[in-house]
T-cell receptor
């Protein structure tokens, strides 16, 4: 098993500002992902965070709005840019651990409210 | 369009009964199947995964997969009030794909 931490755990932000969310894992990781879970909804994949290169975004998500970095194997950041109330959601990182077979484990999430 | 369908529930079962949660998927090429449990206000927790047709048991949980029918289920035996949560079915599509598509989840309530 691994410990996956996210910072901040929650935040309340003003419209038009940006927030950067961090995800740190204490074990060897092969893949890292960012998901969004809107109120009462299931999870939607935003992007795959690639180490040392640009993230791979899913349909409907763009780099200008959700820039992602992954400077090393165990750390990634997601920025929510130029926020609007529609961005209010829970943002979750997930990881596939080295030695596992496709199983993804989730961090505790960041609850974002945009006013 | 790769879809994963679940009954939204709520599914109510008495304590000690078997809870049966169902999931269907549209992509016939899907390879891996996962069940996550999500308590209110918490992140999803992986409880079962299955790759081959048939049953896979882990304690009180049994995952069942039928690729011909594009159907995966989760059985919870001897249900406990602590099992009350939303259960999310997730599907990974095709060899070399790491992307999970989630169903909307089934809310389970175990009544003491």
């Amino acid at each position: 098993s691994a410990v996956i931490s996210q910072k901040p755990s929650r935040d309340i932000c003003q419209r038009g500002t940006s927030l950067t969310i961090q995800c740190q894992v204490d074990s060897q990781v092969t893949m890292m992902f960012w998901y969004r879970q809107q109120p009462g909804q299931s999870l939607t994949l935003i992007a795959t965070a690639n180490q040392g290169s640009e993230a791979t975004y899913e349909s409907g998500f763009v780099i200008d709005k959700f820039p992602i970095s992954r400077p090393n194997l165990t750390f990634s950041t997601l920025t929510v840019s130029n926020m609007s109330p529609e961005d209010s959601s829970i943002y979750l990182c997930s990881v596939e651990l080295a030695g596992s077979y496709n199983e993804q484990f989730f961090g505790p999430g960041t609850r974002l409210t945009v006013l | 369009q790769k879809e994963v369908e679940q009954n939204s529930g709520p599914l109510s079962v008495p304590e000690g009964a078997i809870a049966s949660l169902n999931c269907t998927y549209s992509d016939r090429g899907s390879q891996s199947f996962f069940w996550y449990r999500q308590y209110s206000g918490k992140s999803p927790e992986l409880i079962m995964f299955i790759y081959s047709n048939g049953d896979k048991e882990d304690g009180r949980f049994t995952a069942q997969l039928n690729k011909a029918s594009q159907y995966v289920s989760l059985l919870i035996r001897d249900s406990q009030p602590s099992d009350s949560a939303t259960y999310l079915c997730a599907v990974m599509h095709g060899a070399g794909s790491y992307q999970l598509t989630f169903g909307k989840g089934t809310k389970l309530s175990v009544i003491p």
